[in-house]
């Protein structure tokens, strides 16, 4: 195809940066999702909707690292061998059950309370079961031994009154694991976002049709819908509906007002047969629909009544892309999170690459080390926005900026893995 103009400024105007325009929506976004009580064992992945504060100190109290004998420091010889009574023992769950007084050796076990002492001289070592001998019923300890060894102090791990998790942040395994060592059972979280998805396109078919010519199988739907159950999305599947501008308007009204969120792919660029951004200027409010990505571009994002709406582009790899760095963020915002960008990795690409300037390009890539740790970033032989084989070979996403318009080999790129996405 012969483009005589920059595709920057194709269609008579300039494209809005990507980042400027997803600065633009998030800013006047609040967050859609309410918020629910649940238990521990519900809250893996998601949002939490408070900030936990710790209601005591983990440990509560000081206690013995490893299996060994607690003493006073003070007691020891400084120069030479300490010989001292065992008197008691304290094991994890069972404390010692009177005093310990100054001379006296304790039997103890790892994760047991340090015994008590008297006019608030405590035990404040413990020795390793390794480095004494025992001999009757007295413990002889070694030169060498250093004050506080192995004793955990209370509160050493979390301080009471302080905040152990932020509100925004997605639950881990491990932040679910510090919850529970505080004593919280549940924990406030967001409720998950409602969307509703659905392709446009008198060319496609669902998956199990009958084949006839001119036609395609759905892939966008089945991508989207399985992008926004690994988000944490409550997840509506509307179908395929024909490029029938009245047709699109009965989807999109008649789900409006269930939805957080609609999503829908194709019928978003210039063609006299792209009637969602038509719909969408009609009945609600077209915020942006031309950004500079490749591959993307016609992205179209506005709200309609209280939904947001997000019309991606048909071909299935600007409409996966465009979802993971225009999309998501959208998502995760509307959904209570904080943290809604990727980190991007450095390394170095083994390809050529030539693009336009001003605007961001996304190279689907796979991911190795070389020899001195280094990532190295190789290019699937096909470039088409339409060749979905290409997402399948790649690991991760190498973002070439707007002001960059070639690659050379070896040359340091921005790469964001499909992990950072969570998927
Ligand atoms: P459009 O954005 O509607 O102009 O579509 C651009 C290209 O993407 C066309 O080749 C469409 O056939 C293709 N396409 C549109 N929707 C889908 C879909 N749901 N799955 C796979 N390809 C699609
Ligand atoms: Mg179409």
Redesign the pocket.
Known sequence: MVQLTSDCFAFGGKLTQIDDALKLVLKNLRVRAGSEKIILSRALNKILAEDVVAPQNVPAENNSAVDGYAIFFDDLNESGKTKLPVVGKAAAGRPLNRKQKRGEAVRIFTGAVMPHGVNSENPDTVLMQEDCKLQDGKVIIPAGIKRGSNRRLAGEDITSGACILKEGQRLRPQDIGLAAATGRAFLRVRRPLRVAVF???D??LNPGDRFARGK??????FTLLNLLTALGCEVEDIG?IPDNPSLIEQAVLSSVEKQDLIIT?????T?E??HVKNLIEKTGELLFWRLAIKPGR?VALGTLKEAFFIGL????VA?MVTFLKIARPIILHLSGAKNIHPRPFLGRTDFEYVKKPERKEYVRVKVREDKTGELVFTKYHKEGA?ILSSLVFADGLVELPEDVTKIRKSDIVKYFPFSEFGI
Not at 216 to 221: G, V
């Open positions: 392709s446009t396109g060319e496609v395609i199988y759905d892939s966008n739907r395929v792919s194709g019928g978003v660029s063609g047969e792209d016609p582009p048909g071909n299935p409409a339409g």
